[in-house]
């Protein structure tokens, strides 16, 4: 019903930055919500940041200041500007939107992708 599809993660040493990208498609009448979790290897998934679809957003206290998210509504996209990286955001980060589809709420998961920060 609604394909999540996730890009610009990768290997990046502290201090550096990575913009991740979602972009979801589908039987979509509206997308409310869209958000970034993560989950880092022995560790439970977590919610990084997640933005409404008036624009408003909040974020988990560990990135507060240093990674930001947007998105563009036209393009049913949600990106994650990610700065200052440290090592421990080391993790498989994954896009998730709540979307309104023809055949109701649909609650879409992408794939994953692998964020690696070297010390």
């Known amino acids: 019903q609604v394909q999540l599809v996730e890009s610009g993660g990768g290997l990046v040493q502290a201090g550096g930055s990575l913009r991740l990208s979602c972009a979801a498609s589908?039987?979509?009448?509206?997308?409310?919500?869209m958000g970034w979790y993560r989950r880092a290897s022995g560790n439970e998934r977590e919610l990084v940041a997640r933005?409404?679809?008036?624009?408003?957003?909040d974020y988990a206290d560990s990135v507060k200041g240093r990674f930001t998210i947007s998105r563009a509504n036209a393009k049913n996209t949600v990106y994650l500007q990610m700065n200052s990286l440290k090592p421990e955001d080391t993790a498989v980060y994954y896009c998730?939107?709540?979307?309104?589809?023809?055949?109701?709420?649909?609650?879409?998961w992408g794939q994953g992708t692998q964020v690696t920060v070297s010390s």
């Open positions: 589908g039987s979509i009448f509206s997308i409310n919500a």
């Open positions: 933005i409404s679809s008036g624009g408003g957003s």
């Open positions: 998730n939107a709540d979307a309104s589809t023809k055949w109701g709420p649909f609650d879409a």
